[in-house]
């Protein structure tokens, strides 16, 4: 499944799911069904696609979110720097857990 996250934009015909808020997001990838991800930064309340992708990040460090095709769509700046950190950081945890599972 691929989630688009965003508030405000019209989600893209190739995604399935368009998530609006933080928990929706977060309920979609607790199914672990998702396998992409779009994030923007700004929802229109105090949580941001940042809540999503710190979470993302814990749970590819405990190992229980497997690899996503992520991509960031914020205007934000300085949302897409917090996101691209945490995202990295989730790659980074993905790629040691297929380095010791060689």
């Not at 979609?28 to 979470?55: F, N």
Request: cysteine-free.
């Amino acid at each position: 499944m691929k989630v688009w996250l965003d508030d405000l934009r019209t989600m893209p015909s190739s995604y399935d799911l368009h998530a609006r808020t933080a928990q929706e997001a977060i309920t979609a990838l607790e199914t672990g069904e998702v396998t992409e991800i779009s994030l923007d930064y700004e929802l229109g309340t105090t949580e941001t696609g940042g809540t999503v992708a710190a979470w993302i990040e814990q749970a590819a460090q405990q190992g229980t979110l497997a690899r996503l095709i992520w991509r960031l769509h914020t205007s934000s700046p300085l949302g897409r720097r917090r996101m691209n950190h945490s995202m990295t950081n989730a790659d980074r945890y993905w790629d040691m857990r297929e380095k010791t599972q060689e």
